[in-house]
């Protein structure tokens, strides 16, 4: 995506909802956004865009402000029909998600996207207890999303494992754009990255970790989240292991059993991050999946690489 187009979708996406009055309490702004209740969508408004701006946006094709209507049944089975595609063999997502380190922030997700999709049981709607999502995989019956603002999200730089209902809108458009590979820069952030967990004091948090990485400046843009993305991702792998639940990359885990074992993993009631990477903990490092020593000898090793080493 072009840096101005991504720039005019930042306007029109992050506009700013609050500000501070001169004593200091926020007040909200009015943004123009319509919000509706019934599909959970927003529809965005483009009157902080220049004339400029607002040309370029309707005439790129962008799928601004486009709702989509999806439903659980179809959606689990375009899942398990898109992995087939060969741009999303494993070395080229887990390629893109090293590249998402640096010079790629879209790489970040489609590897998350592909683990559910690949784990995923092909089943229908599951609710014997009422509730509003299946509780095999927790998606909604039906659901409806804004597709420009999902993939605006993507090339952003957020990547999250409980956003499935956009999962297949990810997997879809990344796999039309051509294979990327790492930079020596992405790699070396990358690998910088891993040894801080690998070296991780045997008590520290995720959240303290999140920290020491931010404060190091080597990942360009670092945010809360979009960090939590990055570091959630290591989880699914196996990469940054946990003794509660396996990760996606492994086994498929069904929604209840999760929810069972969130309540009983210690300080989650106060916590905001979310399995498996709650389970982690310093002592845990990079567990047995990540063979550090084979980098430092110079070698550009993939993970899909060591895991089958290990396997
Ligand atoms: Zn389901």
């Not at 909802?17 to 959970?40: A, P, R, S």
């Not at 400029?52 to 962008?62: A, H, I, M, N």
């Not at 709702?67 to 893109?96: M, V």
């Not at 086994?251 to 300080?267: A, E, L, N, S, V």
């Amino acid at each position: 995506m072009d840096e101005q187009l991504l720039k005019i979708l930042k306007k029109v996406y992050y506009k700013k909802k609050y500000i501070k009055d001169e004593k200091g309490h926020q007040t909200t702004v009015e943004t123009g956004d319509l919000y509706d209740c019934k599909t959970g969508t927003t529809m965005y408004s483009t009157d902080n865009l220049s004339s400029k701006e607002l040309l370029c946006l309707t005439q790129c094709g962008y799928p601004f402000n486009k709702i989509t209507q999806g439903s659980h049944d179809e959606t689990i089975h375009k899942l398990k029909e898109i992995i087939k595609h060969p741009n999303l063999s494993l070395d080229n997502l887990l390629s893109a998600y090293i590249a998402g380190f640096g010079s790629f922030p879209r790489g970040r997700q489609p590897i998350l996207s592909y683990l559910f999709a690949r784990a995923v049981p092909v089943h229908t709607f599951c609710n014997s207890h009422e509730g509003v999502v299946c509780e095999v995989c927790s998606l909604q019956k039906e659901f409806w999303l804004e597709k420009g603002k999902e993939l605006f999200r993507n090339y952003w730089g957020y990547s999250w494992n409980e956003r499935i209902a956009a999962f297949y809108l990810d997997l879809e458009e990344f796999s039309q754009l051509n294979p990327v590979a790492p930079t020596k820069d992405d790699l070396h952030i990358f690998y910088t990255v891993i040894d801080f967990i690998r070296n991780a004091p045997k008590d520290e948090t995720v959240g303290k970790l999140e920290q020491r990485i931010k404060k190091s400046n080597i990942i360009p843009h670092c945010e809360k989240y979009r960090l939590r993305g990055q570091l959630i991702t290591l989880a699914e792998l196996g990469v940054m292991p946990n003794p509660f639940i396996p990760p996606l990359f492994d086994k498929f885990t069904d929604f209840m059993t999760q929810c069972d074992i969130g309540r009983k993993i210690p300080g989650s009631s106060r916590s905001d991050v979310v399995l498996p990477l709650a389970g982690w903990h310093g002592e845990n490092g990079t567990g047995q999946r990540y063979l550090y020593g084979k980098c430092l000898s110079g070698q550009s090793l993939f993970l899909s690489d060591i895991f089958l080493a290990n396997e």
